[in-house]
Each structure stands twice: as structure tokens, then as C-alpha cells.
């Protein structure tokens, strides 16, 4: 299953953006979807994370209220809406899914097919 992100760039504080996360896999709607992040110097971290059926969806509380995981199923697609950015959400951000039908998940670990990383840029 290959993932690719996509929709990063660079944008002022306050600013929105929306990633994207694509599968060439037609059953891509059948993975749940992570989203995790690594600032320059940093460890990977999570982000945001979706159920197969998008009906579940979790964020990290330092995301909480400015970020947004939904997906659409028809066009084999994940997202991720960020409002309100901060310097501090400057990272490359990378889509990861878990196997079919597996539960959505915050841990790193669980994940088993990754993206490339789109890179996100806050100027203040």
C-alpha cells in the first residue's frame, strides 16, 4: 500500500491549510488513517487519526479545536484541516494507515503503511 501527502506549503500564523492523503490501493477505504508530524530536531509525533467509516476521529490535544481528520471514502482520500496555525505546527507531516479494518490508533508504532511527507511551514 503506498501513501502519498500532499497539500503542504508555506503559510502565515493564523493561516489554514489542508493536507491530503492518497493510496494508490482502491481499498484504501478500508485502512484507517493516521496523521503525525516531526519538527526539525524532533521526534515524530502524533497528530490526528480517523476510523475506517469516519465516524471516529482523535486528535493530539496540542492540535485540539484548530485541527480536523475527515475522509472521503469515494475518492480514496484522507484530510487533514488546519486552522488556526502556529509557528509550533511547522513540521513535515506524514499519512500512515493500519491494516484493513484494523482500529484507528495514536501510536506510531501500530502503523504500518507511510507516506513521503509533505513539509509545513508557519512564519510568524
Known amino acids: 500500500v503506498q501513501l502519498q501527502a500532499s497539500g503542504g506549503g508555506l503559510v502565515q500564523a493564523g493561516g489554514s491549510l489542508k493536507l491530503s492523503c492518497t493510496s494508490s490501493?482502491?481499498?484504501?477505504?478500508?485502512?484507517?488513517v493516521g496523521w503525525f508530524r516531526q519538527a526539525p530536531g524532533k521526534e515524530r509525533e502524533f497528530v490526528g487519526t480517523i476510523s475506517v467509516s469516519g465516524s471516529r476521529t482523535y486528535v493530539s490535544d496540542s492540535v485540539k479545536g484548530r485541527f480536523t481528520v475527515s475522509r472521503d471514502n469515494a475518492k480514496n482520500m484522507v484530510n487533514l484541516q488546519m486552522n488556526s496555525l502556529e509557528p509550533e505546527d511547522t513540521a513535515v507531516y506524514y499519512c500512515?494507515?493500519?491494516?484493513?479494518?484494523?482500529?484507528?490508533?495514536?501510536?506510531?508504532?501500530?502503523?504500518?503503511?507511510w507516506g513521503q511527507g509533505t513539509k509545513v511551514t508557519v512564519s510568524s
Open positions: 490501493t482502491h481499498t484504501f477505504s478500508r485502512f484507517p
Open positions: 500512515a494507515a493500519r491494516r484493513e479494518y484494523y482500529s484507528s490508533s495514536a501510536r506510531e508504532y501500530e502503523y504500518d503503511y
